[in-house]
């Protein structure tokens, strides 16, 4: 949240001599980082966002088991919005046309990301049958999913998507009673070490995560908590599967194989398929805008999508911001 923390020095938000008129289009980490810190220094900024509120993959994170905190950094920037005068412009889709006749000085991009479509064999009537759900369907806008399923990728999003379904309608990271019987955490005074036995609830459905490469699943989580995910998901019998081709998507289910030579070949009778396979940059403003002359910084998700996280799009932003 404060990337100062430690770079007091070489980070400083000084202010500045110049003052420019700036627009940042996006408020996801990124962009309410930039918007902020450019107020901050004396800047005038318009912030534009599409949607009917902040947070940008905030509003994703939020809702995941464990990461529910994230709904205080979204009170934190509301605040810092209102303190530091950034005029905020929600439902806004702002055009290319609109930014080059708005007289801004510079223009910041941080529009963010869109789930990338691996393309399978199907995909196009599961998806129209209401079988094939991206993250985002099954996050944001609650689509119904099955009893079954099978998630497409295990990178941090698949990890999470995971957990969110076999969760269902209860965290227990909100639950401290019910989170110490899961973990098998007790009083120590009453137990040697604290330890008990644990006590898990049933999952909400039956989720196999799906990856292409054969390393273990989860090998690219964070250090500290990659551990946690995994032994969660374990928990809920989550079936973890590497090294698979998909095939294609039918009304059965999703089918696989296996290795280069796609070989044994394997169907998973499953109700959904969530589309877990990654990111790609959302920067369609770009060219335009440079086209007409304009200067333009992409940052966070519209700069580069790959293994993004909100420190780094906070850190980017803050420092961009820092520069101008």
């Known amino acids: 949240m404060n990337p100062r923390a430690g770079h007091e020095t070489e980070l400083v938000y000084a202010r500045t001599r110049q003052q420019k008129r ?47 905190e994230f709904r205080e950094t979204l009170r934190y920037f509301e605040r810092r919005i209102a303190v530091t005068g950034v005029k905020l412009q929600l439902g806004m889709r702002v055009t290319a046309e609109a930014l080059v006749s708005g007289g801004y000085d510079e223009i910041v991009l941080a529009t963010g990301v869109k789930p990338r479509d691996p393309r399978i064999e199907g995909d196009d009537e599961q998806r129209r049958e209401g079988r094939l759900l991206s993250y985002v369907d099954v996050l944001l806008a609650r689509r119904p999913v099955g009893r079954r399923v099978a998630i497409v990728g295990a990178g941090g999003i698949g990890f999470d998507v995971a957990e969110f379904l076999v969760a269902g309608d209860h965290s227990t990271a909100t639950d401290l009673p019910a989170w110490m019987a899961e973990w098998g955490v007790g009083d120590p005074a009453a137990t040697r070490g604290g330890l008990l036995p644990q006590q898990v609830s049933p999952p909400a459905r039956e989720v196999h995560l799906l990856q292409r490469k054969a390393t273990p699943l989860g090998k690219g989580l964070g250090k500290t908590t990659g551990w946690i995910h995994r ?37 998973l009778e499953v109700d959904t398929v969530v589309m877990c396979a990654g990111q790609e940059p959302l920067c369609e403003l770009a060219e335009p805008l440079r086209s007409a002359g304009r200067v333009v910084h992409l940052i966070g998700g519209a700069d580069v999508a790959a293994e993004l996280d909100a420190k780094r799009a906070i850190d980017q932003g803050s420092r961009l911001a820092a520069s101008l």
């Open 22 to 68: 700036m627009a940042v289009v996006g408020a996801g980490p990124a962009g309410l980082a930039c918007a902020t810190v450019l107020a901050e220094r004396g800047h005038r900024v318009d912030l534009f966002e599409s949607s009917a509120a902040i947070g940008g993959q905030f509003n994703l994170a939020k809702l995941i088991p464990g990461k529910e």
């Open 231 to 267: 032994a969660a998901l374990r928990m809920k019998r989550v079936q973890m599967i590497g090294g698979v081709n998909y095939e294609r998507i039918d009304s059965r289910g999703l089918h696989l194989s296996f290795g280069e030579a796609r070989e044994k070949p394997m169907l």
